[in-house]
C-alpha cells in the first residue's frame, strides 16, 4: 500500500526506537506529550514496546520514505498479554522504576504506577478479547493511513480466528473518538476518564 512515500509493512525490530519516539509525541490526548515527561521512554514502555517485542505480528508501521511516522499494535487475547508482561516484561522496569512517593504526582510518577500495577484488562470486556493502540505523527495524519492501518490490524485478527477487539480512548481525545466511530467501532463503556469502544469481527 504506497501513495507519496507513505507505505504501511510489517513490524521489524529495528523499528522499536521509533515506536517509542511516536508514543511520545502523541501521547498527550493525541498531542506531543515530550514536554510532559522527564523520562522520554516511559510512556512507551508501558503502551507500545510490550506489544511490539511480545506479539510482533500484530504491529505494523506506517512508514514515510522508509521512516515510521506510524504504528498500530496490540495483543489478540488481553489476559494472556497479561501473563506475559507479568513475566516477561515488568519485572526489569519494576527494577529500574522504583514505586515514587505517594506526594510525586508528576506524569512520570504516574507512569510508575502503572508499570507497578501492570495491566488490568477492564471489566465487562471479555466478549472482546483482543485490543489494540495506534498512533500516527501528524505527518501521516488525516490522509486516510489511520483507517488503512485499523483495516490491516483487523484483516489479521481475523485470520487468527479472533472473535472481538476492544481499545480505550481518553475523553478528551476528540478526535480520535470521532475517527474510531467512523471506522466502526462502537461505545461499550463510558468511564469519566475514558471511553471503551468495541468491535465484533465474525
Ligand atoms: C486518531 C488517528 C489514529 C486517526 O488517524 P488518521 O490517519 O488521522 O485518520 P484517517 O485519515 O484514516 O480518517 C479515517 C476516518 O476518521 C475520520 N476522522 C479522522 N480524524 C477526524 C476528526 N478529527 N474529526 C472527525 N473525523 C475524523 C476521517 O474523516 C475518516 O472518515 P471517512 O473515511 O469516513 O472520511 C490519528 O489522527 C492519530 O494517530 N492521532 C494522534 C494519536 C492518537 O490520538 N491516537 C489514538 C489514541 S487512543
Known amino acids: 500500500m504506497t501513495a507519496m512515500g507513505f507505505t504501511i509493512r510489517p513490524y521489524h525490530p529495528s523499528d522499536l526506537v521509533e515506536l517509542y519516539r511516536i508514543c511520545l509525541r502523541t501521547g498527550?490526548?493525541?498531542?506531543?506529550?515530550?514536554e510532559l515527561y522527564l523520562d522520554p521512554d516511559i510512556l512507551g514502555h508501558y503502551y507500545a514496546a510490550p506489544y511490539a517485542v511480545g506479539e510482533p505480528s500484530l504491529c505494523f508501521v506506517l512508514t514515510n520514505d522508509g521512516r515510521p511516522c506510524g504504528y498500530i499494535l496490540g495483543t489478540r487475547d488481553s489476559k494472556t498479554f497479561v501473563d506475559w508482561c507479568e513475566h516477561h516484561w515488568f519485572p526489569p522496569l519494576r527494577e529500574r522504576y522504583p514505586l515514587p512517593p505517594?506526594?510525586?504526582?508528576?506524569?512520570?510518577?504516574?507512569?510508575?504506577?502503572?508499570?507497578h500495577a501492570g495491566y488490568h484488562p477492564p471489566e465487562g470486556l471479555t466478549e472482546f478479547p483482543?485490543?489494540?493502540h495506534?498512533?500516527?505523527l501528524p505527518e501521516g495524519q488525516g490522509q486516510g493511513w489511520g483507517r488503512a492501518?485499523?483495516?490491516t490490524f483487523l484483516k489479521q485478527l481475523r485470520a487468527l480466528d479472533v472473535p472481538a477487539v476492544h481499545l480505550g480512548v481518553g475523553t478528551r481525545n476528540h478526535r480520535a473518538i470521532q475517527f474510531y466511530e467512523r471506522v466502526g467501532f462502537h461505545k461499550v463503556?463510558?468511564?469519566?476518564?475514558?471511553?471503551a469502544f468495541g468491535m465484533h469481527l465474525a
Open 149 to 151: 492501518l485499523v483495516q
Open 134 to 136: 495506534i498512533d500516527i
Open 189 to 195: 463503556q463510558e468511564h469519566q476518564e475514558w471511553i
Open 102 to 115: 505517594v506526594d510525586d504526582v508528576s506524569p512520570d510518577a504516574r507512569m510508575m504506577r502503572l508499570i
Open 130 to 132: 483482543a485490543h489494540l
Open 28 to 34: 498527550a490526548s493525541g498531542e506531543d506529550a515530550s
